[in-house]
């Protein structure tokens, strides 16, 4: 371990601190307080103590009094009650009003002390990691509902619809109108390949781990443009690389190219149809180890209300155009694992730029 | 069937309003009958409909899950709405329905009186009839 297991000792006699602290100091950091209130401080200044070993027999409060004050206000550390005084009472109430940890009685012998640290400090490790583990639990059942709820648009909505179709297909001897609504079912089933496709991403970014590699930005920017080259042609939007980096760049590979590629994709996908300038745009610039990468549409922008949920899961500001409502969310979690920015600026009829900067690491 | 009906249609999706409206079609051919993928451009629509005098009864089927407006908020909004344009329109609810997908809002809806019914998707010839017959007899 890195850094010393930090205990506090109250006592009100000094001479038992000073025993205290002179035979244990070398192996932990200890703090020590005469009372009570002095007590309380020590912990509001020490956030991270550990273990708090108290004597039972102190004047104005005794040492249950103190443990069950704390445990309410600082139910973090452990609590270990050391006296001489072994009466049947007060061990009933340290153990049931002040929830103590270990009982050593007095006068104590170094290895029971550090016995008592050991076990408490396992104690309070596996608490933590518990705690910890709660958080990341509540956080995946929140996403748990609202993949719940979404499954049944996002999924199922698709699904019934082609059953839909597929009932009226029965119905259909036209070979127009059936090609119309194949068309249709074709958009659907492209719609649901989309969202098992950034299911996937939303998985990788959740779970892998950092894979720090060299980056080149004019290799994944070359390898994009290619991708796009494509629908720029077909949808006749003018599409505009520029990228500057004399530096090296480290960091992960795999989540810039998500963040690049999906920005990308809004930007092409939400283009106005009837407009005669149609372009988009990408900039990179790798300076002072941070890349900055600006990604602008001449598109049907967003509404200004809508600004602050588009990197919420499920959130869609249009309906216009196929989405899986993942897209900016990922691009978000991306940035979180990459410990990046990002800024959106946008003009309804007229465009959206997006700033994203991630530091090299 | 003697129907004098005309109806609204709100989906986002473009298939399931394809597919509503050719049901449709198929069952009168005579009908008048206006597609929506955004609930918010059929609302303005109703409420511009209180200018025209002697109209059809008007069926709205609505999907609840959209993008934007959803339908319970085209719901609220609606019920807002003068007692002369409401009597006008007929709401019948058109989603997909699963166990754990908002059983307390649908409730609610319905029993405020504006919905008059709830059909689950996908929309068959069959469901269709039973639900163009049990709106003929209220009307």
């Known amino acids: 371990m890195s850094e010393k297991i930090k205990i506090l000792y109250v006592d009100d006699e000094p001479d038992n601190l000073i025993g205290f602290k002179a035979s244990l100091r070398l192996d932990y950091q200890i703090f020590t307080a005469t009372s009570v209130p002095e007590a309380i401080n020590c912990l509001n200044n020490e956030p991270h103590i550990r273990i708090i070993f108290c004597d039972q027999r102190m004047p104005g409060k005794t040492g249950v009094d103190f443990f069950e004050e704390i445990r309410v206000s600082h139910p973090l550390p452990v609590r270990i009650m050391l006296t001489a005084y072994t009466d049947i009472e007060s061990i009933i109430d340290a153990i049931n009003k002040g929830h103590i940890f270990r009982y050593v009685q007095k006068p104590w012998s170094e290895a029971d002390i550090i016995w008592a640290i050991d076990e408490a400090n396992k ?3 596996a608490n933590s990691m518990l705690s910890i583990k709660n958080d990341e639990l509540q956080k995946a059942y929140n996403e748990l509902n609202k993949f719940a709820y979404s499954v049944s648009h996002d999924i199922r909505g698709p699904l019934t ?14 070979v127009e109108e059936m090609k119309a609504m194949l068309f249709l079912m074709e958009k659907s089933v492209q719609k649901l390949n989309t969202y098992v496709l950034s299911m996937h991403d939303y998985y990788s970014l959740q779970r892998g781990e950092l894979k720090i590699t060299h980056i080149n930005f004019n290799t994944i920017i070359d390898e994009l443009k290619s991708i796009y080259a494509l629908n720029s042609k077909t949808n006749d939007v003018a ?26 994709s809004n930007a092409f996908k939400y283009q106005n149809k009837a407009s005669r300038n149609k372009s988009v ?18 598109g049907i922008g967003i509404l200004e209300s809508h600004l602050g949920d588009i990197f919420n899961l499920f959130f869609r500001s249009n309906s216009l155009e196929v989405g899986s409502g993942f897209g900016l969310y990922n691009v978000k979690s991306a940035l979180l694992k990459l410990n990046g920015q990002i800024e959106v600026t946008s003009v309804l009829h007229q465009g959206t730029t997006f700033k994203v900067t991630i530091p090299s690491i | 069937m003697n129907i004098t009906f005309s109806f609204i249609i709100i989906d986002d999706s473009e298939l399931d309003c394809f597919v509503t409206q050719k049901f449709l079609e198929r069952s009168n051919k005579s009908l008048t009958i206006n597609t ?10 109703i409420r511009e409909s209180r200018n025209k005098k002697s109209k059809r009864p008007t069926i709205v089927l609505l999907d609840l899950l959209m993008p934007g407006m959803s339908g319970f908020k085209f719901v609220e909004e609606f019920e807002k709405f003068p007692a002369e344009i409401q009597k006008m329109y007929r709401i019948i609810i058109l989603t997909v329905l699963s166990s754990n997908s908002h059983p307390i809002d649908i409730h609610r809806v319905l029993n405020n009186g504006t919905v008059h019914s709830v059909i689950e998707k996908p929309l068959t010839k069959e469901k269709l009839i039973s639900l163009l017959d049990d709106i003929e007899p209220g009307q």
């Open chain 1, 123 to 125: 104690f309070y490790m």
């Open chain 1, 161 to 174: 619809g082609i059953l839909g179709a597929i009932n009226l297909a029965r119905e259909i001897d036209d």
């Open chain 1, 239 to 264: 599409f505009n690389v520029c990228v500057k980096q004399n530096e090296d760049f480290l960091n992960d590979e795999a989540p810039i190219r998500l963040i690049i590629n999906n920005l990308l």
């Open chain 1, 281 to 298: 745009e990408v900039n990179v610039e790798v300076k002072n180890s941070e890349a900055t990468i600006y990604v602008k549409d001449t």
């Open chain 2, 36 to 45: 929506f993928q955004d609930a918010e451009d059929a609302l303005k629509i």
